[in-house]
């Protein structure tokens, strides 16, 4: 079965830099996304293709990859970017897997 | 613009049938594949399945393992709109639906930055 995994929460202050992992056998051949999601809200798109911003996301956005890891990294925490985050990753067949999701509280 | 639209919330008694609905817009809607999504009350996302709406049987239609048999994923291109159904509604189907046009290539397809509203789907006795 595919799985990715996550950290629960992390929690930084306000200007630290915030590190989320995903780790999953898939990834070492996969790419993935990133979401982003508030309360009440639909998931937004904030990473794509491991390391690619769609437009219109913050720069304080990034992700990277490292084998059967990615990392989605927030450079200066605001307290507008505690949200859930999770990665996703394709599955074959046209199936696809979210992370369990983690919790980042910003203060 | 592209858009998403999904079919208002809804109030079920288990036992009960249910088809909720997705209609696209301000793109080709017969060439995106359309996925669904669930989110269980203060829980994480799960991928539901994915259709491709100009397939022209079932091939075009894939399941999670753990939603197969349990919902059904269909599609009317006439008319723009793809739809999830269930037969019998449980107490644990209560729940968010979210629907995304996906991107795929391949047999790798990934949820986009297009997604629908969400249909909030309440079953209770």
């Known amino acids: 079965s595919y799985e990715l995994t996550q950290p629960s929460s992390v929690s930084v202050s306000p200007g630290q830099t915030a590190r989320i992992t995903c780790s999953g056998d898939?990834?070492?051949?996969?790419?993935a996304r990133w979401f982003q999601q508030k309360p009440g809200q639909a998931p937004v798109l904030v990473i794509y293709?491991?390391?690619e911003r769609p437009s219109g996301i913050s720069e304080r956005f990034s992700g990277s990859s490292s084998g059967t890891t990615v990392t989605l990294t927030i450079s200066g925490a605001q307290v507008e970017d505690e949200a859930d985050y999770y990665c996703?990753?394709?599955?074959?067949?046209?199936?696809?897997?979210f992370g369990g999701g983690t919790k980042l509280t910003v203060l | 613009e592209v858009q998403l639209v999904q079919s208002g919330a809804e109030v079920k008694k288990p036992g009960e049938s249910l088809k909720i609905s997705c209609q696209g817009s301000?793109?080709?809607?017969?060439?995106?594949?359309i996925a669904w999504v669930r989110q269980m009350p203060g829980k994480g996302l799960e991928w539901m399945g994915i259709?491709?709406?100009?397939?022209?049987?079932?091939?075009?239609?894939r399941y999670s393992p753990s939603f197969q048999g349990q919902v059904t994923i269909s599609a009317d291109k006439s008319i723009n709109t793809a739809y999830l159904q269930w037969s019998s509604l449980k107490a644990s189907d209560t729940a968010m639906y979210y629907c995304?046009?996906?991107?795929?290539?391949?047999?790798?397809?990934?949820?986009?930055?297009?997604w629908g509203q969400g249909t909030l789907v309440t079953v209770s006795s």
């Open positions: 898939v990834l070492a051949k996969k790419y």
């Open positions: 995304a046009r996906s991107d795929c290539s391949t047999t790798n397809c990934y949820p986009s930055a297009y």
């Open positions: 996703y990753s394709a599955a074959a067949n046209n199936l696809g897997v």
């Open positions: 259709i491709y709406p100009d397939a022209s049987d079932d091939s075009g239609t």
């Open positions: 293709k491991d390391n």
């Open positions: 301000g793109y080709s809607f017969n060439n995106y594949w």
